[in-house]
């Protein structure tokens, strides 16, 4: 599968971000329910729409990290669930 350079560039760019909170966190998103993980998510879109209020490209640019990974922990989360 070929992958697309924008997605290579946004995925390692989620990843920077996590790494970031590896020393303090890891991965303890784990171990919260999909609803905490829905609301933070919901949390992080309303940060977007701020950066976007404040036509501030950078912040939004971050902004979509963070909903992309809140995202990808429900994904992986709600996947495990279906799984018996």
């Known amino acids: 599968m070929k992958v697309r350079s924008e997605l290579?560039?946004?995925a390692e760019a989620m990843e920077a971000k996590l790494a970031t909170h590896d020393d303090?966190?890891?991965?303890?998103?784990?171990?919260?329910t999909t609803k905490w993980l829905h609301t933070r998510f919901r949390e992080e879109c309303d940060e977007l729409q701020e950066a976007f209020d404040d036509?501030?490209?950078e912040a939004?640019?971050?902004?979509?990290?963070?909903?992309?990974?809140?995202?990808?922990?429900?994904?992986?989360k709600l996947?495990?669930?279906?799984?018996?």
């Not at 303090?24 to 919260?32: Q, V």
């Not at 902004?63 to 990808?72: G, K, M, P, R, S």
């Open 24 to 32: 303090d966190r890891e991965d303890s998103w784990r171990l919260e």
């Open 60 to 76: 939004a640019r971050r902004e979509c990290i963070d909903v992309a990974n809140f995202a990808l922990f429900m994904w992986h």
């Open 8 to 10: 290579k560039q946004f």
């Open 79 to 84: 996947g495990r669930k279906t799984k018996t």
């Open 55 to 57: 036509c501030d490209p």
